[in-house]
């Protein structure tokens, strides 16, 4: 009896994407948006074409940090679909763009997730080398509804040092290995402080707390932010702290972040080898029994 | 540096009611279609206070058929079947430990 194993072909698929790649913490405010423009921009300025998605419908923060060059447009060859905001060189899509104003957004789980899926699916992304998910906070329907609609290449985990941040940000590593989703690594965020002046190093939340959770899950540490007022400052200007030849060390830090991404990513790769991550199998049968 | 997860390296047909599935791992296993159905865990076939099943497994065909098998994420798979309840997801990690039962 032959067989018919397919890669799936439905509409919703991101074919053209390399990578999809989750950024992800169980808490609000350790600075997920903010890591994840700033991976953006690094891969960027690395050479691959990025997009990014950001999957908060309630808190949506995209177009502040990266705002947009385009406006909304249909795609020309398929106007069903949306073409994704450009910004900086990158893709970039958000409930944010499409309602800049201040209205909060007060809908019930099955209509957030109905948007999660336009965001991903109705979105001409075109070839990507990287897509980049900014997840909302906390391990809920949003989610699973992406982890259970795209095959995630894998997860990157913020956190920032305290303890109250890492009880919560255990819960998203453990939901992320629940769903087989692979995670690349932590991020310290908002790990020290440097006084400008003496340059002594103060540790306000604590210190090493992203290192232990690596440590604790066996995860790869990929390493720290420091709290620097040019983050938020470029952050809420819009500016990317990449433009310019020379980089500060902010940028740097956001740089080798990026590599251990692209290098953690190739590792899983070959030792994940030619294993079926999305697949289709088509039955054959002489006669169905009902 | 990285674990090694439940991943499927190949999965067939075997016959008309029976699928083979060949892990990552090297182990191999068959597995009945009926079967799966039999354990479905969606809200409709369990009950969500108790946990008692709510549809009874014997009228359920061990020659059940199919349409279609896919893939749930990096996670799991789904079974489209001839008929009967398609709701549940049956994830790898249960499937893995069915296979050694």
Redesign the interface.
């Known amino acids: 009896?032959s067989?018919w194993?397919q890669e799936?072909d439905t509409p919703f698929q991101l074919k053209n994407i390399r990578y999809v790649i989750a950024v992800a913490a169980g808490k609000g405010g350790v600075g997920k948006s903010t890591l994840s423009v700033n991976l953006a921009l690094a891969l960027k300025r690395k050479g691959y074409s990025v997009g990014i998605l950001d999957a908060d419908i309630y808190g949506p923060s995209l177009s502040k940090m990266l705002p947009a060059e385009t406006s909304i447009a249909n795609s020309p060859e398929n106007p069903d679909k949306l073409m994704p905001f450009i910004s900086k060189g990158i893709k970039a899509m958000s409930i944010s763009y499409i309602r800049p104003h201040q209205d909060p957004m007060a809908v019930r789980a099955p209509i957030a997730n109905s948007m999660i899926m336009q965001l991903l699916f109705q979105v001409e992304w075109g070839e990507l080398d990287y897509l980049i998910i900014d997840m909302p906070p906390g391990t809920g329907d949003i989610q699973l509804t992406i982890?259970?609609?795209?095959?995630?290449s894998g997860a990157v985990i913020v956190t920032t040092p305290q303890a109250v941040a890492l009880s919560d940000v255990r819960k998203a590593v453990q939901m992320f290995n629940?769903?087989?989703?692979?995670i690349l690594g932590v991020v310290e965020n908002m790990s020290h402080f440097i006084e400008p002046i003496s340059k002594i190093i103060y540790y306000p939340l604590g210190k090493g707390g992203g290192e232990k959770l690596a440590g604790e899950f066996?995860l790869?540490f990929m390493g720290e932010i420091p709290l620097d007022a040019q983050i938020s400052e470029y952050a809420d200007e819009g500016i990317s702290l990449f433009e310019g030849s020379c980089l500060s060390p902010i940028a740097l830090s956001y740089e080798n972040i990026s590599g251990h991404l692209v290098d953690?990513l190739y590792?899983?790769e070959s030792?994940?080898?030619?294993?079926?991550?999305?697949?289709?199998?088509?039955?054959?049968?002489?006669?169905?029994?009902? | 540096m990285f674990t090694k997860r439940d991943f499927i390296k190949k999965i067939y047909q075997k016959n008309n009611s029976v699928f083979t599935i060949e892990w990552i791992d090297g182990k191999t296993a068959d597995y009945r279609l009926s079967d799966l159905q039999k354990n479905c865990n969606c809200a409709r076939c369990v009950d969500e206070k108790t946990g008692e099943r709510l549809i009874d497994p014997s009228l359920i065909s061990d020659q059940l058929t199919a349409r279609r098998i896919f893939s749930v994420g990096r996670y799991a798979l789904k079974v489209e079947f001839s008929s009967g309840c398609s709701r549940g997801i049956y994830p790898y990690s249960w499937l893995k430990a069915l296979a050694s039962q």
């Open positions: 009896m067989n194993v799936k982890m259970q609609n795209i095959t995630l629940q769903m087989n989703v692979p066996g790869p953690h590792a899983l030792l994940e080898g030619d294993c079926l991550k999305d697949f289709e199998l088509i039955w054959e049968s002489k006669e169905y029994v009902y």
